[in-house]
């Protein structure tokens, strides 16, 4: 098999998958909006999502129940295998099941349904065959049609397990908007790693102040301006005016595209005055002449996650610092946010 073969051959995988997510999509309906109805219900009375699968289908449950959790769906994973041998005692009489098979005739889970009905679950079927047993036994069939697998013999899961776990993903996020659940309670779930940092984080906690940030005055010169940033161990200077609020930020971007403008000028780059007595680039040169001013600034009751939107956008390594009232309370440094582990 040669290389281009290979390629056409993993191609094919990803259309066939592609496709089976579109047939999925083009099929949500009435059983879609009755599974989140029987979701809400649950949590409503003090319930959980219960997910169980089996072989492949329980590593689709175990990602489905963790993005639930995740999320503020209170759920658990049941192998339907230790759940005939005592796990039965994890469920609730307010509980709903989410079983996952694709064929609808798996027997391990169809075993399941039974049991689970004597503790007085609701049970959700995710089939791909709406006729199967499983689907005959469940309050709601939520069909997964994605057509055939990726594999050449038609056995191995894959195009199935991709459309179910999206399907999972579909029910979680509509569950997100339908509970209302907000960016502070998910920080509550998720204290640890970057993204729970960058969810509790204030943009107050991460920036630089005091002898960190440089600050200037608009009359400041240039060499005055690098010293200070020096001083900081930064990049950026933040030029401040006499009221406290912002002018504009001088960066070491700044100083050196004006040291190159200066040379395709051809003048000397630390001339303070040019002939005709134009005032140029230069170390005397006050820096309210060559900062950026009006610059882009964000609050101090940002959060980090909105702070690395706005790097991220607007591809800027430095970021001053407001309060309410427009006054630089400080500056944040791009390279600082690796240790704050929060990039």
Same mark, same amino acid.
């Given at each position: 098999?040669?290389?281009?073969?290979?390629?056409?051959?993993?191609?094919?995988?990803?259309?066939?998958?592609?496709?089976?997510?579109?047939?999925?999509?083009?099929?949500?309906?009435?059983?879609?909006?009755? /599974?989140?109805?029987?979701?809400?219900?649950?949590?409503?009375?003090?319930?959980?999502?219960?997910?169980?699968?089996?072989?492949?289908?329980?590593?689709?449950?175990?990602?489905?129940?963790?993005?639930?959790?995740? /999320?503020?769906?209170?759920?658990?994973?049941?192998?339907?295998?230790?759940?005939?041998?005592?796990?039965?005692?994890?469920?609730?009489?307010?509980?709903?099941?989410?079983?996952?098979?694709?064929?609808?005739?798996?027997?391990?889970?169809?075993?399941?349904?039974?049991?689970?009905?004597?503790?007085?679950?609701?049970?959700?079927?995710?089939?791909?065959?709406?006729?199967?047993?499983?689907?005959?036994?469940?309050?709601?069939?939520?069909?997964?049609?994605?057509?055939?697998?990726?594999?050449?013999?038609?056995?191995?899961?894959?195009?199935?397990?991709?459309?179910?776990?999206?399907?999972?993903?579909?029910?979680?996020?509509?569950?997100?908007?339908?509970?209302?659940?907000?960016?502070?309670?998910?920080?509550?779930?998720?204290?640890?790693?970057?993204?729970?940092?960058?969810?509790?984080?204030?943009?107050?906690?991460?920036?630089?102040?005091?002898?960190?940030?440089?600050?200037?005055?608009?009359?400041?010169?240039?060499?005055?301006?690098?010293?200070?940033?020096?001083?900081?161990?930064?990049?950026?200077?933040?030029?401040?005016?006499?009221?406290?609020?912002?002018?504009?930020?001088?960066?070491?971007?700044?100083?050196?595209?004006?040291?190159?403008?200066?040379?395709?000028?051809?003048?000397?780059?630390?001339?303070?005055?040019?002939?005709?007595?134009?005032?140029?680039?230069?170390?005397?040169?006050?820096?309210?002449?060559?900062?950026?001013?009006?610059?882009?600034?964000?609050?101090?009751?940002?959060?980090?996650?909105?702070?690395?939107?706005?790097?991220?956008?607007?591809?800027?390594?430095?970021?001053?610092?407001?309060?309410?009232?427009?006054?630089?309370?400080?500056?944040?440094?791009?390279?600082?946010?690796?240790?704050?582990?929060?990039?």
């Amino acid at each position: 098999m040669t290389a281009n073969d290979q390629i056409t051959r993993a191609k094919e995988v990803f259309d066939i998958e592609i496709e089976g997510l579109r047939r999925v999509r083009d099929s949500l309906g009435e059983s879609f909006t009755r /599974t989140i109805a029987l979701m809400q219900d649950a949590l409503a009375h003090g319930g959980k999502v219960v997910v169980s699968g089996v072989g492949k289908n329980l590593h689709v449950a175990e990602k489905m129940s963790a993005i639930f959790a995740s /999320t503020g769906v209170n759920s658990i994973v049941l192998n339907p295998v230790q759940a005939m041998h005592g796990d039965l005692g994890m469920t609730g009489t307010n509980d709903v099941l989410l079983a996952l098979s694709f064929s609808g005739e798996s027997e391990e889970v169809v075993r399941l349904i039974p049991a689970v009905r004597r503790h007085g679950l609701k049970v959700v079927a995710l089939v791909g065959n709406p006729a199967s047993t499983l689907a005959k036994l469940a309050d709601v069939v939520l069909e997964i049609p994605c057509g055939k697998e990726a594999c050449p013999f038609g056995m191995a899961p894959t195009n199935s397990t991709t459309a179910t776990m999206a399907m999972g993903d579909a029910l979680a996020m509509v569950m997100i908007d339908v509970q209302a659940f907000d960016r502070e309670r998910y920080a509550l779930n998720h204290p640890a790693g970057a993204i729970g940092r960058a969810l509790v984080l204030k943009v107050s906690d991460i920036m630089r102040t005091g002898e960190r940030c440089a600050k200037v005055a608009p009359e400041t010169t240039v060499l005055d301006t690098l010293l200070a940033m020096t001083k900081a161990q930064g990049g950026s200077a933040v030029v401040v005016n006499p009221d406290g609020t912002l002018a504009g930020i001088f960066t070491d971007g700044d100083f050196r595209r004006r040291i190159a403008e200066a040379a395709r000028a051809g003048r000397a780059p630390y001339q303070a005055e040019s002939p005709d007595g134009q005032t140029a680039f230069g170390l005397s040169t006050p820096v309210s002449a060559v900062m950026t001013a009006k610059p882009l600034f964000i609050r101090d009751d940002a959060y980090a996650a909105d702070l690395l939107k706005v790097f991220e956008r607007r591809r800027i390594d430095d970021l001053p610092v407001c309060d309410a009232a427009g006054r630089v309370l400080g500056l944040v440094d791009i390279q600082d946010l690796p240790k704050m582990k929060v990039l």
